[in-house]
């Protein structure tokens, strides 16, 4: 069982940047692939990125270029940092992690951290 914390949130004005935490606890952190999501007011959750047990990167082409998404294995902690932040970007921000034992879809959820971008 794997409990996921975001932070990092907050009102940030267009062209300026976040960066999102997340910690984990209770599994082997090392062991799980972990992904971003976002989902925004009357919209559909959507995929951001997602990053690797070796560190291997993806990201939706919404993000590409602006993204990037890091782990810390030594801190059980996965980072999103976010540049050249659009309004569109405005959504609340989870992560997830996949426990690589069974699927390949997400096993584990946090809370999320809502990231709010001004024009």
């Known amino acids: 069982q794997v409990h996921l914390v975001e932070s990092g949130g907050g009102l940030v004005q267009a062209g300026g940047s976040l960066r999102l935490s997340c910690a984990a606890s209770g599994g082997i952190f090392s062991n799980y692939r972990m992904g971003w999501f976002r989902q925004a007011p009357g919209k559909e959750r959507e995929f951001v990125g997602v990053?690797?047990?070796?560190?291997?990167?993806r990201y939706a082409d919404s993000v590409k270029g602006r993204f990037t998404i890091s782990r810390d294995n030594a801190k059980n902690t996965v980072y999103l940092q976010m540049n050249s932040l659009k309004p569109e970007d405005t959504a609340l921000y989870y992560c997830?992690?996949?426990?690589?034992?069974?699927?390949?879809?997400?096993?584990?959820w946090g809370q999320g951290t809502q990231v709010t971008v001004s024009s």
């Open positions: 997830a992690a996949d426990n690589n034992l069974w699927g390949s879809s997400y096993d584990y």
């Open positions: 990053i690797s047990r070796s560190g291997i990167t």
